[in-house]
């Protein structure tokens, strides 16, 4: 005699096998959906979510390169209020082809989601960041650092210290004569209020390029132009104002000048073909504009 505890598991096997039977027969008989109840038997099918965004609805989110979810939609919902998700961010959930805008996915065509003909269960693969166009990949050094680093030392300290202890030699050496000579004064003032101006703008361009400044190059090579020109200008506004001095003084003067415009053209060069061709300054300034 076979016992009652074992025929049970067999029997309510074979009972799970004839209602599955029964249901799939009756909805090929009656035409009807997943989730309609079976005519006769008491039992309902599994719900299914539907398209207008149900709780069981899934969405994957592609954002700042990561794949994030999967969510629900009013949890979607709820990070893109609180600013968590942007609504530009890429989406997907079932039943569509490929990745598609957040905002479309949630505020289309009456809020719902269309589905394609076929329809997938797994996200396909996020779209791979590309360079964009016209933008330049830094190869080699780039930043504030190297001889970029010691161009705004020198304009910052270097510079301004040897200003200072040149203008007092300077001043020492030519005070003797100020009484006898009017316009010896004239033309140290004209000098070190000229040069001093320069050393001033230069401490300004060498500060906003050390601290990074998006246009440090253009500043940089404006300072250059303005250091040389400048230089220039003021020795000969300098000499100008000296021509009563006795005619070896007055030579003496211009061989002074002609040193310092001398150095001043070839600081001015130097530099201009560093920031012309130094890999650093063009990675740190990628940018056509910079």
């Known amino acids: 005699m076979v016992r009652s505890d074992v025929l049970r598991p067999a029997l309510t096997q074979r009972a799970v096998f004839v209602l599955l039977f029964l249901e799939q027969a009756n909805i090929r008989a009656c035409n009807c959906q997943p989730g309609t109840p079976l005519a006769g038997s008491g039992l309902e099918g599994p719900h299914l979510p539907t398209r207008g965004g149900s709780m069981g609805e899934l969405i994957f989110v592609y954002q700042d390169r990561k794949q994030l979810g999967p969510y629900t939609r009013k ?63 830094s190869v080699g050094p780039s930043g504030i650092g190297g001889w970029l680093l010691f161009f705004c ?23 003797l004569g100020f009484e006898a000579l009017p316009a010896l004064r004239t033309a140290v003032w004209v000098d070190g209020v000229g040069l001093g101006a320069l050393v001033v703008y230069g401490i300004v361009v060498g500060a906003l390029v050390w601290a990074g400044d998006p246009s440090g190059r253009q500043h940089a090579r404006r300072f250059l132009l303005i250091k040389a020109g400048g230089t220039l200008l003021v020795q000969i506004l300098g000499m100008a104002s000296a021509t009563e001095v006795p005619r070896e003084i007055w030579v003496a003067m211009w061989g002074g000048a002609f040193s310092v415009v001398f150095q001043a053209m070839l600081f001015s060069a130097a530099w201009w073909l560093y920031f012309a061709f130094s890999k650093r300054v063009r990675n740190t300034y990628s940018s056509p504009s910079r």
Request: proline share 13%; hydrophobic share 40%.
């Open 153 to 175: 030392v020198t304009l910052t300290l270097l510079q301004p210290l040897a200003f200072i202890v040149a203008s007092k030699d300077n001043w020492e050496q030519a005070r």
């Open 75 to 137: 949890r979607v919902e709820e990070l893109v209020e609180n600013g968590s998700l942007s609504p530009a961010a890429l989406s997907w959930a079932e039943g569509l082809a490929e990745w598609i805008p957040l905002s479309s996915l949630l505020y289309g065509s009456r809020g719902e989601l269309a589905i394609p003909p076929t329809a997938s269960r797994n996200p396909p693969a996020p779209p791979t960041p590309t360079q964009p166009q016209g933008s330049v990949i």
